[in-house]
T-cell receptor, first 114, second 116 residues
């Protein structure tokens, strides 16, 4: 069965420090991978996506993620966070043959502190 | 990417009434839209896939008679919560699937439903 796991429900970090949000998936078929950000009472905004090609993907707001097929991971990173990065982050996976549906992880609350 | 709107942004209703939520694709003709619900501090759960001109495809465990989906045009899908109860209170989010954007979904801003 296909699944997505975000092990960290909350990640506190000081401003200007680096951060990594972890995402692992389980699948027997090819996948497309996405990271979305959600601010309170708002919809989701795409940060970045991996479809094919280079395993290091750069997105908006200084975020990047690396696809690791052997470890079935797609961790999100930012070298220096800002207060405005405080939000909920969702990893999502689209599985080949899944009808373009997205399966979301449980989310990681990133809280940036001064 | 596609711009998606939802109306209303929030709604409060009495138990037993029906509520309609609209999802509009403002700049793109969408044959496929998705409806999700999100409980507080939880992830998005796919409810159904809305297909223009045909019946919606519901996920396992979602009552199709309670959550009526109508995708009558390429720019509008509606979700009607019939005979709403307090347990239906949730954040409902729609998305538009745009094949030309390589499998990306574009999300609406969401609708907060509170059933008293």
């Amino acid at each position: 069965a296909q699944s997505v796991t975000q092990l960290d429900s909350q990640v506190p970090v000081f401003e200007e420090a680096p951060v990594e949000l972890r995402c692992n998936y389980s699948s027997s078929v090819s996948v497309y991978l996405f990271w979305y950000v959600q601010y309170p009472n708002q919809g989701l905004q795409l940060l970045l996506k991996y479809l094919s090609g280079s395993t290091l993907v750069k997105g908006i707001n200084g975020f990047e993620a690396e696809f690791n097929k052997s470890q079935t991971s797609f961790h999100l990173r930012k070298p220096s966070v800002h207060i405005s990065d405080t939000a909920e982050y969702f990893c999502a996976v689209s599985f080949t043959g899944g009808g373009n549906k997205l399966t979301f992880g449980t989310g990681t609350q990133l809280k940036v502190e001064l | 990417g596609a711009v998606v709107s939802q109306h209303p942004s929030w709604v409060i209703c009495k138990s037993g009434t029906s509520v309609k939520i609209e999802c509009r694709s403002l700049d793109f003709q969408a044959t496929t839209m998705f409806w999700y619900r999100q409980f507080p501090k939880q992830s998005l759960m796919l409810m159904a896939t809305s297909n223009e001109g045909s019946k919606a495809t519901y996920e396992q465990g979602v009552e199709k008679d309670k959550f009526l989906i109508n995708h009558a045009s390429l720019t509008l899908s509606t979700l009607t919560v019939t005979s709403a109860h307090p347990e239906d209170s949730s954040f409902y989010i729609c998305s538009v699937y745009e094949e030309s954007s390589y499998n990306e979904q574009f999300f609406g801003p969401g609708t907060r439903l509170t059933v008293l």
